[in-house]
Antibody, heavy 118, light 106 residues
Framework: QVQLVQSGAEVKKPGASVKVSCKASGYTFTGYYMHWVRQAPGQGLEWMGWINPNSGGTNYAQKFQGWVTMTRDTSISTAYMELSRLRSDDTAVYYC???????????WGQGTLVTVSS | EIVMTQSPATLSVSPGERATLSCRASQSVSSNLAWYQQKPGQAPRLLIYGASTRATGIPARFSGSGSGTEFTLTISSLQSEDFAVYYCQQYNNWPTFGQGTKVEIK
């Protein structure tokens, strides 16, 4: 079965960077786009962007352009999301989500809590 | 950016009753709309895609309808496990989510 397993919680200081990983199993990693979505405490869902694991091509939401980087390592079926210049309002749970055949997200990682605090 | 607006923000329903949730898009998204359920401390779960197709394993009490700019998620008879937050999402353009509707026990 499809599984997306994310790396553990992180605590970072303002201005630092964080890199979250998402290891995929149970399907052909290069066959499906991987998206990243975040959720601030008590808030809704915010799309950050996607990566095409086959080509490495990316598309970022305008808000995150210039400070998010999505990469992948096909040899270990893992996608990464790196956010730089962290601020306190970047405190959130970050999810990876596999795009389904119709553009929806039919599989999600368990989420990674990133806390930004001085 | 396509703005998705959900209503109501909170819906109080008794178990066994019907719940109707609405989602409106600021411009047409055709049928490129999904619904997700999220419980506290959990990742969202896909319920509906293509505006009206139930995802694998989703009970028949969940149904979706609509196209263009107006969409509805109906839960025909609420079970205890259905009390959660529900989000709509359009994927016709760069994906955007609604702000969510919390379905709580009346």
């Amino acid at each position: 079965q499809v599984q997306l397993v994310q790396s553990g919680a992180e605590v970072k200081k303002p201005g630092a960077s964080v890199k979250v990983s998402c290891k995929a199993s149970g399907y052909t990693f290069t066959g499906y786009y991987m998206h990243w979505v975040r959720q601030a405490p008590g808030q809704g869902l915010e799309w950050m962007g996607w990566i095409n694991p086959n080509s490495g091509g990316t598309n970022y939401a305008q808000k995150f352009q210039g400070w998010v980087t999505m990469t992948r390592d096909t040899s270990i079926s893992t996608a990464y999301m790196e956010l730089s210049r962290l601020r306190s309002d970047d405190t959130a749970v970050y999810y990876c989500a596999r795009e389904g055949d119709y553009g929806d997200y039919n599989n999600w990682g368990q989420g990674t809590l990133v806390t930004v605090s001085s | 950016e396509i703005v998705m607006t959900q209503s109501p923000a909170t819906l109080s329903v008794s178990p066994g009753e019907r719940a109707t949730l609405s989602c409106r898009a600021s411009q047409s998204v055709s049928s490129n709309l999904a619904w997700y359920q999220q419980k506290p401390g959990q990742a969202p779960r896909l319920l509906i895609y293509g505006a009206s197709t139930r995802a694998t394993g989703i009970p028949a009490r969940f149904s979706g309808s609509g196209s263009g700019t107006e969409f509805t998620l109906t839960i025909s008879s609420l079970q205890s496990e259905d009390f959660a937050v529900y989000y709509c999402q359009q994927y016709n353009n760069w994906p955007t989510f609604g702000q969510g509707t919390k379905v709580e026990i009346k």
